[in-house]
Nanobody, 120 residues
Framework: QVQLVESGGGLVQAGGSLRLSCAAS????????MAWYRQAPGNQREFVAW???????NYADSVKGRSTISRDNAKNTVYLQMNSLRPEDTAVYYC??????????????WGQGTQVTVSS
């Protein structure tokens, strides 16, 4: 099993920055990709950013150019640095971890989420 704990959310003014953290514990070797998703009230959960064990990166168009996903394997932690925040970035941000083989997710785990609120 893998446990994921997010932190770093909070209230920030538009144009500000936050760094979200996701600490993984348990069967770390069971995962090879980690991602951030977000969900605003009344909206579906949407993809934000993804990072593989080989540090291949992907970003949603909504955050591309403003966000950076990274990982510190020694700390078993993945980060999402968000700059130039906008009110539309307001959401609960969830950490996701998967083991992907040949494009198929064999295991998937979710954190409890951390709230990001961006004021105008």
């Amino acid at each position: 099993q893998v446990q994921l704990v997010e932190s770093g959310g909070g209230l920030v003014q538009a144009g500000g920055s936050l760094r979200l953290s996701c600490a993984a514990s348990g069967s770390i070797s069971s995962i090879n990709t980690m991602a951030w998703y977000r969900q605003a009230p009344g909206n579906q959960r949407e993809f934000v950013a993804w990072i593989s064990s080989g540090n291949i990166l992907n970003y949603a168009d909504s955050v591309k150019g403003r966000s950076t996903i990274s990982r510190d394997n020694a700390k078993n932690t993945v980060y999402l640095q968000m700059n130039s925040l906008r009110p539309e970035d307001t959401a609960v941000y969830y950490c996701n971890a998967k083991r992907v083989v040949l494009g198929q997710a064999l295991n998937t785990y979710w954190g409890q989420g951390t709230q990001v609120t961006v004021s105008s």
